[in-house]
């Protein structure tokens, strides 16, 4: 299986970089949503599937994306190493893991014809 970004996304040092473009999160709790533009392309065996327009729930702890015109959720959030930051009036977080849920291995499995992604499969921080 072969993951591309989808441009405006862009490969960046390890991994792939997604420009944020708007959102709302509350300075004190941090909950809101983070919207981002690009997204990445899954293929394998001559299918396809993109996942583009993410958009980080962080009231669910969940990264969700259109998926075939329907918004899914692609990743679970893990914050339990989260380190927050601010560069002016900008809020910086890291550390939040991601990993796959049972829905996108579903549809991903399904649509590309594998079997071998399970949901809490690793996926980036």
Same mark, same amino acid.
């Given at each position: 299986?072969?993951?591309?970004?989808?441009?405006?996304?862009?490969?960046?040092?390890?991994?792939?970089?997604?420009?944020?473009?708007?959102?709302?999160?509350?300075?004190?709790?941090?909950?809101?949503?983070?919207?981002?533009? *690009?997204?990445?392309?899954?293929?394998?065996?001559?299918?396809?599937?993109?996942?583009?327009?993410?958009?980080?729930?962080?009231?669910?702890?969940?990264?969700?994306?259109?998926?075939?015109?329907?918004?899914?959720?692609?990743?679970?959030?893990?914050?339990?190493?989260?380190?927050?930051?601010?560069?002016?009036?900008?809020?910086?977080?890291?550390?939040?893991?991601?990993?796959?849920?049972?829905?996108?291995?579903?549809?991903?499995?399904?649509?590309? *014809?594998?079997?071998?992604?399970?949901?809490?499969?690793?996926?980036?921080?």
């Amino acid at each position: 299986m072969k993951v591309t970004p989808i441009a405006p996304a862009a490969a960046k040092g390890g991994g792939i970089a997604f420009p944020v473009t708007a959102g709302t999160v509350n300075e004190k709790t941090l909950a809101g949503l983070v919207d981002h533009t *690009g997204g990445l392309s899954f293929s394998a065996g001559g299918k396809r599937l993109d996942a583009t327009n993410f958009q980080v729930d962080t009231k669910q702890n969940k990264l969700f994306a259109t998926v075939g015109g329907q918004r899914v959720p692609l990743l679970d959030l893990d914050v339990a190493k989260l380190k927050r930051s601010t560069d002016g009036s900008v809020i910086v977080v890291a550390g939040v893991a991601g990993s796959l849920t049972t829905e996108a291995a579903m549809a991903l499995n399904d649509t590309l *014809g594998v079997t071998f992604l399970k949901a809490g499969i690793p996926i980036g921080i």
